[in-house]
Each structure stands twice: as structure tokens, then as C-alpha cells.
């Protein structure tokens, strides 16, 4: 409890503005009905109206504390004969008669009880009524100020049920700071260490520690508070109020998952699903659409930080409630971008549009865009070279992520099949539409196409009115190269095919069983060329396995051929080498056993038929050298040339 300073030190006296003791005692005051009384001998000398309630006051009291009233007596007795200056009409009074009430009560310097739910309405009331330090040392204006910094903004509890009361007070409480200041109150014990709480928050359920007040403490052995233990408490403010809590407590560095939770959960108090135009009134129908624009607003662009159900469950209150397009437009980006999350229920919006189609079928096709528009963005954007380390056996993190934008695209298209499974059932949802929605993934999304496979028979079952053409074009989006075996026979037997696409798909199978077929055969000669060759090396035996048969035995033939050019060309050379010796050892004997002669002309002749005959036998030498290698030899001047064929007798060693 805070009492004025002017409460009655001489029986009850305030004082005037002089600082002089009053002459007017009261005991309080009393309520009849809509019309409060002073307890006085003095009987009353002005009527104040606040709203609906009526104060039988006096001027005295008024005069010597608000500014306010002392103008407006002034100008009202002033003005005119023919207005009673004795009424004073405060219509625009903040907080209303409550808040007058307790400024009439410190005016008369009757004990008046601070509390954290008055005191934002007094303090706005005081603001109004001037009631400054000008008037009079220690005002109204000081003493709510006073206690709203030292009391109010140092308790969790307090913060928020101040917070809370200011919903009814703007603009006051806006432009005096209270909204500003609570929200950072607020947002500093939020961000606060779990380890370092010890005020009380909704939910607990341990015991007030000793001397903290109750609604301050905590038993001193309680466990350590959850991440999530402001929730409840922000959950009761106003959503522009929270939206004020949310901005500050993010601004401090608030983990952003965590921001999200809080909106979840904010979110699930505040909003009606069910919430039906015919059976609501305008004012709420304004009010959650003013919820859901402020929670798009703050909803965090980081990925992953709210579910993709959330987001459509927003979208889906969005497009029924009529919000802005600007926002939707976002909502619908946030959604494609983590379209691989959603669920089939989720995505069945109903349509509020002109449309005659029961779900929105246009808003999966934005959906889908933005999505893929998502990937070729991250696609595109510039990275390192990892082939480097790809090669060394590492993960990096642009192949991680590269795999899990396949994964995401192949999530996406099974629940695209299975929504167009859903809608398919549709009569008004027309096959142009239908396809178009098909074929909006690329066709490296789906590794199997049986899911729309599927969605295209379920459509041409709930259409049997389709003409031939269409049903042609229908059948188009689904490739019959990805259709498994069951889908295959299904489809061979499904009479609303068309005849055309009937024959694709078994044509397609036989290319299928074809190609099994030759596979098990490639496999089989591999195996064969494995068991005759044990050794080979890995690379050597995978070209054996993918070589066809034929090559492999003209190569064989061709290798064997190529030895024995070889093993020629050795033996040839071995001869040549033993021939040379041969002459070698002749010429050694020859020249051993002849004495030397003196030099005559005559001997010429026979030196003559010497060299001559050791020349022919040098080219005979070289004859069995090169003939070899094909070329043509001269035996001799003026005998005959022969010209031996050309054979290949190249070494590839």
C-alpha cells in the first residue's frame, strides 16, 4: 500500500497550494448508485461527470492539484451566464470513473492503494487531469511514476498485468511509455538465464521460496525452468501488445525456433478454426483477421522455425477471413519454401473464390512454383569444388545438401501425386487444370510414376464423360518407361485408357523384359571371361564384362597372330647375329694362314675378286636383315631386283 504524502496530519486536513492545511475533512467517500458523495459537513459545490458516473465534489480540493480543472472552470464560468459553471464534463478521461475516483481521492489526500492493475489508468488519469509538479510538490503525476519504475517494471507478474490493463488506455498509454516500457520489461526477463529465474510464472507447481512474496519466488531446490516458461504468461496480452513482446524479445537474440514456439502457441489460444462468416459477428471476424496479419508479420524468415502445418492452418484462416493480399502472397512464399513438410489434409484448402472447384487447386500450383523457384535458387547460388574431396571419399556439405534437395524434390512429388489423387474426385476440377498441376515438377522429381499413375486413373474415373482426345492428353503426364510391374499389368487391363496408351505400356514392358534379358546374358559371357582369365586386374575384367562377344574373339585371334610375328622376328634376328660371328671367324683364320705379299699390279685382280665376294656376302647378310621388315633388296650391279612382299613385321611390344 502507498499513501499520499498530503494524508491527514491534522485530522484529516489535505492542503491547498500554498502548502497550507485545508479546511474541509473528510472520511472517505460514498457511492450511491452511479453518484459518488464526499463524506463532509461542506456540502458539495461542483458535479464532475465521467461516463455514466456523477462526483459530487468540491473545487477546492480540484483546484489545488489539477491543472486541468482549473482551466476548464475557468473557461466554462468565463464563456457564458447561461452555463453552469458548477458541471464539468470529462468524457475523454482515461481509465473512466475508476481512475477518476482515485485521483479525487488523493486530491481529498485520502490513502489511496497502488496496485499493478490500477496503475497504468491513474497514471494516464493524471496526465490528463495535469496534475504536475507545478501544482504541487509530490503529485499524482510523480508518485504513479515513481511507482510504476521501481515496482511495476522490476516484476515479471506486475510487467505483464500492467501490459495487459494498457489495452483499454491507448493512446495514452502509448504515448506516455508504458506499453514501451513494459514490453522491455518483459522482453529482458524472458531472455533471462532458465538457471536465474526465481520469480513465479502460470504452470508452476513448486512452492514460493521464503520471503520473496509468493508471487515472486520459487522454492529454493525447484528444477530448472523450461525454455518455453514465458509463454502462457505472453499468451494473455493483446496481439499488438504481444506482437510489441515478440519484437523486443528477438531483438535480444531470442533463439528463432524459439520465437516461433511462442507464436505457435499464441496462436492456438487466440485463433478459431472453425470460425464460420454466417455465424460471427463483424467485430470478430476484424479481430482475427487482425491476429492472423500480425502474426504473419512476425513470424520468422528462417526456415524450419514453425511447421508447414502451422503455415497452412494460418493460410487456410487467411484466405477464408479475406486478408490483405500482400501478406497471403508472403504466407504462400513461407509455405513453398518447406512445401516438402506438408501433409495431403493440410493442403486440402477449401476455395473461397469464384471458382466451382471444391479445394483451391490455383493455390497448389503457387504453392509448387514457389517451391521449385526455391531450388533453382539454391541450385544456382555459387559454391566451391569439391570433386577434389568427393574423390578422397568425403562428404561435403554442398553434396549433402545437393541429396537433400533431390530427397526434398522426390517428397514434394508423392505429395503432389497424392493430392491430385484427392481432388481428382472433383467433377467441377476440369482436365486441363488437372494436368497442368501434374506436370508443374520436372520429370527428374519422380523415379517411379505410379503414384500419378494413380491420380490420372482416379480422374478418368470420376470424368467417364472425357472425350477421346482429352483422355489422350491426360494420359500424357504419366511415362510408361516408370511404371512398375503391378502398374504395367493394371494398366494393360484398364479399360479407360485409351487404346494408344494401352499399347505403350506393353510395349514398353516387352523393351523392359528385352533388356533383362540381354543384361542376364552380358553377365553370364563376363562371368565365362572371368574364370578364364583369374588374374586380370579390376579395370581390365569390368571391359571384358561390358566388351560384346564377337569383339572379344576377333581380338583373341588378332593377339595370337601378333605372338608369332613376334617369335619371326626374334628367330630372324638370332640367325643374323650367328652369321656375323661366322664371317668373323673366317676372316680371322683367313688372315692367320696367308703370308703377306709384295704389292703388285697383278694382285689387284685377286684383291678385286676378294673384296668382291665379301661384299656379295655382306648383302646377303643384309638381305636376311631386312627382309624382315619388307623392303626391296638389290643383290647386286646388274643382277635382277626382287621385291619381296610386304608383310607386318612391326613389334607392338
Known amino acids: 500500500m502507498w499513501e499520499s504524502e498530503n494524508e491527514n496530519r491534522n485530522g484529516g486536513f489535505g492542503r491547498d497550494r500554498h502548502g497550507n492545511p485545508d479546511s474541509l475533512k473528510t472520511d472517505g467517500f460514498e457511492r450511491r448508485g452511479q453518484s459518488w458523495y464526499v463524506s463532509s459537513e461542506i456540502a458539495s459545490d461542483v458535479l464532475v461527470r465521467v461516463g455514466d458516473a456523477n462526483f459530487h465534489l468540491h473545487k477546492g480540493p480540484l483546484l489545488a492539484r489539477s491543472g486541468k480543472m482549473n482551466r476548464v472552470m475557468y473557461e466554462s464560468s468565463s464563456s457564458s451566464r447561461d452555463t453552469d459553471s458548477s458541471i464539468v464534463e470529462l468524457d475523454g478521461l482515461p481509465g473512466g470513473p475508476e481512475s477518476f475516483e482515485l485521483a479525487a481521492k488523493f486530491c481529498y489526500g485520502v490513502a489511496v492503494d497502488l496496485t499493478a492493475s490500477n496503475i497504468s489508468g491513474l497514471r494516464c488519469a493524471a496526465e490528463y487531469l495535469e496534475m504536475t509538479e507545478d501544482l504541487e510538490e509530490g503529485n499524482l503525476i510523480f508518485k504513479t511514476e515513481a511507482f510504476l519504475s521501481y515496482v511495476v517494471l522490476s516484476s515479471w507478474r506486475d510487467s505483464i498485468v500492467v501490459l495487459k490493463s494498457c489495452e483499454s488506455l491507448s493512446p495514452w498509454a502509448e504515448n506516455l511509455q508504458i506499453v514501451r516500457r513494459c514490453s522491455e520489461s518483459i522482453a529482458w526477463k524472458a531472455c533471462a538465464s532458465p538457471r536465474s529465474i526465481w520469480w513465479a510464472y502460470t504452470g508452476r507447481t513448486d512452492s514460493p521460496r521464503p520471503g520473496r512474496g509468493g508471487s515472486k519466488g520459487t522454492s529454493p531446490g525447484q528444477s530448472q525452468a523450461p525454455p518455453d516458461w514465458w509463454f502462457e504468461d505472453a499468451s494473455v496480452l493483446r496481439v499488438d501488445h504481444f506482437v510489441r513482446v515478440v519484437t523486443a524479445i528477438r531483438a535480444k537474440g531470442t533463439r528463432l525456433d524459439l520465437i516461433g514456439a511462442a507464436i505457435v502457441h499464441y496462436a492456438s489460444k487466440w485463433l478459431q478454426e472453425d470460425l464460420a462468416k454466417e455465424e ?84 497448389m500450383q503457387r504453392l509448387v512454383e514457389h517451391f521449385l523457384a526455391q531450388e533453382q535458387t539454391q541450385s544456382s547460388s555459387p559454391g566451391r569444388d569439391t570433386r577434389g574431396e568427393k574423390a578422397r571419399g568425403h562428404e561435403t556439405p554442398r553434396a549433402r545438401t545437393d541429396d537433400g534437395r533431390a530427397d526434398a524434390k522426390m517428397r514434394v512429388a508423392r505429395l503432389l501425386d497424392c493430392y491430385l489423387t484427392e481432388v481428382s474426385r472433383d467433377r467441377n476440377l476440369s482436365p486441363t487444370k488437372f494436368q497442368l498441376l501434374a506436370e508443374s515438377l520436372p520429370e527428374s522429381s519422380r523415379s517411379c510414376d505410379d503414384g500419378l499413375y494413380r491420380a490420372v486413373d482416379s480422374y478418368l474415373k470420376a470424368h467417364p464423360r472425357l472425350t477421346e482426345h482429352e483422355r489422350k492428353e491426360l494420359c500424357r503426364v504419366v511415362d510408361c518407361r516408370k511404371l512398375s510391374a503391378d502398374a504395367c499389368t493394371h494398366a494393360s487391363q484398364n479399360e479407360r485408357l485409351p487404346l494408344r496408351v494401352v499399347v505403350q505400356v506393353l510395349f514398353s514392358e516387352q523393351v523392359k523384359i528385352s533388356n533383362a534379358f540381354a543384361n542376364s546374358s552380358l553377365k553370364d559371357e563376363a562371368g565365362d571371361v572371368r574364370r578364364r582369365q583369374p588374374v586380370a586386374s579390376s579395370t581390365g575384367k569390368q571391359l571384358l564384362e561390358e566388351t560384346p562377344q564377337s569383339f572379344q574373339e576377333g581380338w583373341a585371334a588378332a593377339k595370337k597372330d601378333i605372338d608369332t610375328l613376334k617369335f619371326e622376328l626374334e628367330s630372324a634376328k638370332a640367325k643374323y647375329l650367328e652369321l656375323q660371328n661366322d664371317m668373323d671367324a673366317l676372316q680371322t683364320q683367313f688372315d692367320k694362314t696367308t703370308p703377306p705379299k709384295p704389292i703388285k699390279s697383278s694382285s689387284s685382280s685377286s684383291s678385286s675378286a676378294w673384296s668382291s665376294g665379301w661384299k656379295k656376302l655382306s648383302k646377303m647378310a643384309k638381305i636376311g636383315e631386312t627382309s624382315g621388315m619388307g623392303e626391296q633388296v638389290h643383290v647386286g650391279k646388274g643382277e635382277q631386283v626382287r621385291k619381296g612382299p610386304r608383310r607386318w613385321r612391326n613389334s607392338i611390344s
Open 280 to 363: 460471427s459477428t463483424s467485430t470478430q471476424i476484424k479481430e482475427q483477421r487482425m491476429v492472423i496479419e500480425s502474426l504473419i508479420s512476425i513470424i520468422p524468415l528462417q526456415k524450419d522455425c514453425v511447421s508447414c502445418s502451422f503455415l497452412l492452418r494460418l493460410l487456410k484462416l487467411a484466405s477464408m477471413l479475406k486478408v490483405a493480399p500482400a501478406l497471403v502472397a508472403e504466407l504462400e512464399k513461407r509455405v513453398g519454401t518447406q512445401l516438402e513438410q506438408a501433409s495431403v489434409s493440410d493442403l486440402l484448402v477449401p476455395t473461397h473464390s469464384k471458382s466451382d472447384t471444391m479445394y483451391d487447386v490455383d493455390l
